[in-house]
Nanobody, 114 residues
Framework: QVQLVESGGGLVQPGGSLRLSCAAS????????MAWYRQTPGSQREFVAA???????NYADSIRGRFTVFRDNAKNTVYLQMNNLKPEDTAVYYC????????WGQGTQVTVSS
């Protein structure tokens, strides 16, 4: 059974930082494309960042230069380091594994507010 468990969300002030983690089980993690998405109420889930099994990285323009995605294959975990957070980064952040098939985590809430 595949499980993706996100953690690290919370409330942070504008300009602050958070690090999200996504721990995977039930898959051969080192061979998987891993990605982060986010979603706000009433909106579609949007791409944030991704890292392939070969460590190729892609970012959405909206977060480029502020967020960093990285993975630790020894821990079966992908991370999203978020710096200089803005109120518009407020969303539920989801971890995704694979392309076909695809697996999703349950999400973790990030709220950026003063």
């Amino acid at each position: 059974q595949v499980q993706l468990v996100e953690s690290g969300g919370g409330l942070v002030q504008p300009g602050g930082s958070l690090r999200l983690s996504c721990a995977a089980s039930g898959i051969l993690f080192r061979r998987y494309y891993m990605a982060w998405y986010r979603q706000t109420p009433g909106s579609q889930r949007e791409f944030v960042a991704a890292i392939s099994d070969r460590f190729t990285i892609n970012y959405a323009d909206s977060i480029r230069g502020r967020f960093t995605v990285f993975r630790d294959n020894a821990k079966n975990t992908v991370y999203l380091q978020m710096n200089n957070l803005k109120p518009e980064d407020t969303a539920v952040y989801y971890c995704k594994a694979g392309i076909d098939p695809t697996y999703w985590g349950q999400g973790t809430q990030v709220t950026v507010s003063s």
